[in-house]
């Protein structure tokens, strides 16, 4: 049936049926990742779509690739870094875990194939002119303050009600900016060892290969 509707262009069905029924047998995950990929094609900022194991919206098209954000921060407990240590995206452990279990955990084979190794630079607090960190290569990252003020409107999600970390520090080196549930970039910063701010997971995903 998700052959089918895939020949038919159906990609939105196909995927539900691989998604829901098919799990992993045979390539049928293959298949979920060429369907995720048709449908980015046609997709617009501020769409939900289905990519990994997840929900995401999309924050900006460009070309051959867009932006994914997270629609719900991930459930893990995950701090920004460990305590005593400052808010450097480059040194921190939540870009670790991103990249790493994250990453591997969230996507399948092919899915990883489409998500870009991109480059990140984080700029210094928009409000205070803390340094962040310096330039990184980065499958998996947090936004910036900027970024998140720039995508507030598209990425407010009525149900979430968890705070999550952007990759800026806060007013002090020893902690990181966050978005409260409301949507509001907080500049000022919650203490990097904090297990009480989620991970709202952003990935760059490229449209022109063919998992």
């Known amino acids: 049936r998700a052959g089918k509707a895939m020949q038919s262009h159906d990609f939105d069905k196909a995927l539900v049926l ?13 298949k979920k990742a060429q369907c995720e990929l048709e449908i980015l094609k046609t997709a617009e900022a501020g769409d939900t779509v289905t990519f990994g194991t997840g929900r995401w919206i999309v924050a900006e098209t460009a070309g051959e690739k867009v932006l994914l954000v997270r629609k ?10 460990d305590s005593g ?7 921190s452990g939540i870009r670790l ?3 790493g279990q994250f990453y591997q955990e969230n996507f399948s084979i092919y899915e990883q194939e489409a998500v870009l190794e991109t480059r990140v630079v984080t700029p210094p607090n928009s409000k205070y002119g803390t340094k962040s960190g310096v330039e990184t290569s980065d499958r998996v990252f947090l936004l910036s303050d900027k970024e998140a003020d720039s995508y507030q409107k598209l990425l407010a999600v ?3 009600q968890k705070p999550w970390w952007l990759r800026t520090s806060g007013k002090s080196a020893d902690s990181a900016a966050f978005v409260s549930p409301a949507g509001d970039v907080m500049h000022y910063g919650y203490a990097v060892d904090s297990k009480e701010i989620a991970a709202r997971p952003a990935v760059w995903v490229g449209l022109s290969g063919k998992p």
């Open 158 to 160: 009525s149900d979430n």
């Open 72 to 81: 719900k921060p991930a459930e893990e407990q995950v701090p920004y870094t």
């Open 18 to 30: 691989l998604d829901t029924r098919v799990g992993d047998y045979k390539d049928a995950l293959q």
């Open 97 to 99: 875990w991103l990249n």
């Open 85 to 91: 240590k400052d808010a450097l995206w480059d040194q």
